[in-house]
């Protein structure tokens, strides 16, 4: 058992490494097509993959996630698994071929039915491997599965990037993703070693059959409220405007990747293993939400006060509009952190239809919110999206708090100190930079407010947190390394003097 613990946790840490790294090489590459590359071409591959998105679910079919949860590897099983994932690619492929003829064409510009039939082509690449990848994760191979996300996108990418600037426009993004898919196969095959026999049997389909379906509706269901301000903002507006809100929202997805992701990834671990001990599970809840919102809240609204010059600087000025758009994106923080560490929670309090009810009611109000606020333009639709996530909110702290027992006075304690710091943060960079930087060289005012909003941020955590910051550190202190133990300690020490009785 503890050997598979730690090549859980290893594994656990690779698969996180390779999220981060690969998330920041699609960033750099993603800034580099949109300096090149017009708004409308942009615009119409992320329409195309939209239904890309949707036909990977269907063609997949959950059948990779039954092979993984069953006790045993049958080749006979697997094997009926990988032709029955061919298949089921080969009529999405057909049948999205069909949609971008008759309904995209009609619909959208030619780009868009022209980009899509293109990456068609991915649903059959991507079936070749999903089986193996199975594979790969039965037998805790996530470093494999980390290096070659990590190969694929590194040289898809260079590729895409050269042919963006040679010319080849809209083709650049298509084939980025076709390289990027054919690569990520052959490689994954290689490091599984593990051939399909020509078995298929339909007793093994109908064997997984019941959980695939349960999976792609849930699957469906999650990525249906991902790509929901897509899908409303390119009916209404079009290609060339859904290219500006993605730019927008491009950082902040980053941030997410980076910072709120890995800490949702490892929290599901920190609240079960809370709950097996005698601490209240709320303890745990408590603790992950303080060290999130501590480092998260700044983060995001800091974005926003830099939003004008980190878009200049990473994409250029004709994404100018994009600006205002992430400022008001950067707003639904809060919902952010806040449903992502509960849903951890619920799961670890092994209670399923809670989530249920928050992603119907972020489809709901995100639908209806998007299709009013996308009428007055693009602005106004980030706006609606912000509020939409608003409105969920509070289920989310009712159910939350009530299930892990928490008072709505604790839970407001973890997460309005450092609300209120990143906050006057916020005011204090937006009044800096429009009384007087706004005339200084780009890089020297970016250098310059984010040092200052550092220092504004820790100075008003210390001012309204005496409190909040004692919490935090029973947390983290005891995971501080030894090398910086004696510094942490005596730093603390400074700012909270009330935890000398804690050290």
Known sequence: MSQTRSKLLSGSLWMMLGTVANNIIGFVVFAALARVLAPAEIGAVLIAVIFIDIGRVLAFGGIPESLIQRAEWEDRTASTCFWLNIALAAIITVLVLIISKFVITA?????????????SSMFIIDAARAVHVSYLRRNFKYNQLALRGLWANTAAGALAVYMAFHGFGIWALVFQRIVQAVITTVVTWIEARWMPKFHFDWKVVRDVSGFSVNVTGSRLIELSITKLPDMVISAILGSAQLAFFRIGSRCLDLATQVLVQPIQDVSLSAFARRKDTS?????????????????????????????????????????????TIMAILSLSVVPLVVTRMSSSALIAA??????????????????????????????????????????????????????????????????????????????????????LLGGWNIYVRVA???LTGAAVYAASLILFGQAFLLRLHKEIGPVVPRKVAPLYTRL???????IKTYV
Do not use: C, E
């Open 279 to 323: 601490a209240a599970p709320g303890k745990g809840y408590l603790a992950v939400m303080a060290v999130t919102t501590t480092f998260v809240f700044p983060v995001f609204l800091g974005a926003a006060a830099l939003a004008p010059d980190l878009i200049t600087l990473f994409f250029g000025d004709k994404w100018a509009i994009s600006a």
């Open 107 to 119: 619909h959208f510009d030619a780009s868009v039915s022209t980009a899509l039939m293109a990456l």
């Open 350 to 435: 092994g209670l399923s239809r809670p989530l249920v009810v928050i992603q119907i009611l972020n489809l709901i109000f995100g639908l209806a919110a998007l299709w009013y606020g996308t009428r007055f333009g693009i602005v106004w639709a980030a706006a609606a999206a912000v509020i939409a996530a608003y409105l969920t909110l509070p289920y989310v702290v009712w159910k939350t708090t009530s299930v892990l027992d928490i008072t709505l006075r604790d839970w407001f304690g973890h997460l309005l100190p450092p609300l209120l710091a990143a906050g006057t943060m916020l005011v204090t960079l937006s009044a800096l930079h429009f009384w």
């Open 492 to 498: 603390m020490t400074l700012i909270v003097p009330r």
């Open 448 to 450: 310059a407010m984010a």
